[in-house]
């Protein structure tokens, strides 16, 4: 089994990307994982390069720290190459309206003349780096499915079609915290990319910052701690953060407090403590560049070599070779 999954430097690392992507792939994977910093997919929007450079050396820091072995990790563009030409080969096999469907390109860029043409075609370029590395499994969370079963399709027509190059893969959605909500707003999951960020719990966040977050958060006037994420979405979010936190469930989890305050300050608490050594990790990492970068050459001369054969066959049936 290999396990594969990314994460894009839009922003800073969020405490939505800890409990559904990075806390899951630090634990219970094999030798063959890969763990990828996705800054070619933070170019689809616009961007400030020197703001990229750091976040993607931050995202590595906290991937580092949040337990993902150095052996596991790569920055995308550093396969810029491999990638660029199967992204090719798989684009020319998806069709336009399948790209076009995507909820995250429908939300964040379809019907506006300005969007990026990457914004429409980065699935694709998922698929390449799912399908490059012969992926069997990719653990993301509920909103990134849509883009895994693309792959998967991607996967099956090449296979057809040409020839058996491609391993199908699929998608590993987490049961607790597949989607963890804005504090401000549980209608929206916790963005990187959010406009507010007072909802938005980041990985180095101090402790004081965290907590004056979740003494914001929103609820609701029922003032009834009770797990119904239909009725009361803001309550059920902040139960499925200490569930997620604690390792219950978020049912259980109502019994950890009586009032809104009381479970403000019990999730702040928990939240705060799961997080300092990744917070403390992640610092000392990025006080040591030289480190960093050593795991970053490591890593991209291991996906690389990983990558060639795959390429080479995917090349030579699409007749180019
Ligand atoms: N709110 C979330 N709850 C649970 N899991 C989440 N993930 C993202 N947001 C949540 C998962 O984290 C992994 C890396 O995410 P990504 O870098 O691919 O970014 P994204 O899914 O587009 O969402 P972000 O992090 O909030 O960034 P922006 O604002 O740029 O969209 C993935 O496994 C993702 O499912």
Known sequence: MTRLSGITPSGHVHLGNHLGALRRWATGGGPEDLYFISDLHAMTLPYRPERLRALTRENLAVLLASGITADSVFVQSDLAGELGALNWVLECTCGFG?????????????GQDSARLGLLTYPVLMAADI????????PVGVD??????LARTLARRFNGGRGEVFVVPRAVVPKTAASVRDLSDPARKMAKSAQQQAGVVFVLD?????????????TDDRASVRYDPDEQPAVANLLEILAACTGGSPYAAT?????????????????????????????????????LDRVREKGAARAAERARPRLDAAMRVAGLR
């Open 98 to 110: 399948e790209a076009a469907r995507m909820i995250q390109f429908k939300e964040k860029g379809a």
């Open 131 to 138: 399908l490059l590395q012969g992926a069997t499994e990719v």
């Open 144 to 149: 990134q499915n849509q883009h895994v079963e």
């Open 206 to 218: 101090e402790p004081d910052v965290v907590r004056r977050k979740f003494r914001r958060a929103v």
């Open 255 to 291: 019994s950890a407090a009586s009032t809104y305050a009381q479970l403000k300050d019990t999730v702040a608490e928990a939240v705060v403590e799961l997080l300092r050594p990744v917070r403390e990790g992640a610092r000392e990492l990025l006080d040591d560049p030289a480190e």
